[in-house]
């Protein structure tokens, strides 16, 4: 990737809690998210005012076979702290997600 001065990249690799430091995660396993995707890493740089920049079809280099897209962001902070504030607004929606989820459905469909 040629140099973007005041930029960086975000992999979801980088803060997937299934992977290992080895597999490419880069921040602690406590502060990372299940599975995240591009899409998460997006919506999370918006809700920050990061000005990013989605790049869906680019492969993460040591999965080359799997296009997992990437997203570049403004860095106004250490890549390791944006990182951390990403993963952590991943979580508090996956979480509101599963709340808001909850229930729906139970009892509805059964005609006895």
């Known amino acids: ?24 995660r880069k921040i602690p396993k406590r502060d990372a998210v299940s599975n995240p995707t591009s899409d998460d890493i997006l919506i999370a740089a918006l809700e920050m005012n990061l000005n990013p920049e989605a790049e869906r079809d680019k492969s993460y280099p040591k999965y080359w076979w799997e296009t997992s897209g990437r997203v570049v962001v403004l860095k106004n902070a250490p890549k390791t702290a944006l ?8 979580k508090r929606r996956q979480k509101d997600g599963k709340r808001k989820g909850k229930g729906k459905g139970k009892g509805k469909g059964r005609q006895d």
């Open 1 to 24: 990737m040629p140099k973007r001065d005041g930029k960086v990249e975000i992999w979801p690799t980088y803060l997937d809690a299934e992977k290992s430091r080895g597999e490419g």
């Open 83 to 90: 990182m951390k504030e990403i993963a952590s607004r991943i």
